[in-house]
C-alpha cells in the first residue's frame, strides 16, 4: 500500500506542476511568485531537517520530495512566463524578513527538530501573499484543479508517510489547502453574485 501512495503522490504532482505550467503560459492563472518561492525555500529545509532528525528514507515524506519539484518547477515558470503583477511587493518583501529570521535560526542553532516545525510555519506564512493578492484584486486568479489536485496527493500521502515530522507536514499542507479552497470558493462565489446585482 506504501508504494501506491508513494507513486500515485509522485504522479498527481507531476500533473499538478504540468497544469501549473500549462496555465501560466496561458496567463490563465497569475500565481504568487512570493508563495511559491517561500514554499520552495521551506520545502527545501523541511526536507534537510526531516532525514538528518532521525533515520528516514525520501519515500518516508514523500509528499515533502514531490512537493520540492513541483515547487521548483513552479517558481521557474512564474519567473519565465508570469505576469509583472505576480512579482513581490511590499507585503511579500514584508513576509521574506520573517522567513529569513526562522532560516538564520536554523542555521545558528542546528536544531533540526524545532527548524523543521518553523519550516511548516513558513509555508503557512507562504500562502498570505496569495491570500493578500485575492483580497486586493478582489477575483479568483487560482486553479481549483491544481489546489484540488494538490489536496488529493497530501491525502494521499499520509498512508506512506512515517514519523512525527512528516505527519506535522502532511497535516500542515491539508489544512493550509482547505482554507485556501474555502477563500477562493467565497470568493468566486461572490463574483458570481456581485455580476448578477449588477445586472
Known amino acids: 500500500m506504501d508504494s501506491v501512495s508513494i507513486y500515485a503522490v509522485s504522479l498527481i504532482n507531476l500533473f499538478v506542476a504540468a497544469r501549473s505550467w500549462v496555465l501560466i503560459y496561458k496567463k490563465r492563472v497569475q500565481p504568487s511568485l512570493a508563495m511559491w518561492l517561500f514554499f520552495l525555500i521551506a520545502i527545501s529545509v523541511s526536507l534537510f531537517t526531516y532525514l538528518k532528525d532521525g533515520d528516514f528514507r525520501f519515500q518516508d515524506n514523500i509528499l515533502n520530495v514531490a512537493d520540492l519539484f513541483m515547487a521548483g518547477s513552479i517558481v521557474i515558470c512564474i519567473l519565465l512566463f508570469g505576469e509583472k503583477s505576480t512579482r513581490f511587493n511590499r507585503f511579500d518583501t514584508f513576509c521574506l524578513s520573517f522567513v529569513m529570521v526562522i532560516l538564520f535560526f536554523w542555521i545558528i542553532t542546528r536544531n533540526h527538530f524545532i527548524s523543521n516545525i518553523l519550516m511548516q510555519l513558513i509555508m503557512v506564512i507562504a500562502y498570505f501573499p496569495t491570500y493578500n493578492r485575492l483580497i486586493v484584486t478582489r477575483k479568483n486568479s487560482e486553479s481549483f484543479t491544481v489546489w484540488i489536485s494538490m489536496l488529493t496527493a497530501s491525502l494521499v500521502a499520509l498512508i506512506s508517510t ?10 500542515r499542507a491539508i489544512i493550509c489547502i482547505v482554507f485556501l479552497l474555502g477563500f477562493m470558493t467565497w470568493l468566486t462565489y461572490s463574483q458570481v453574485i456581485n455580476k448578477k446585482n449588477r445586472r
Open 162 to 171: 512515517k514519523g512525527l515530522l512528516a505527519q506535522i507536514y502532511v497535516w
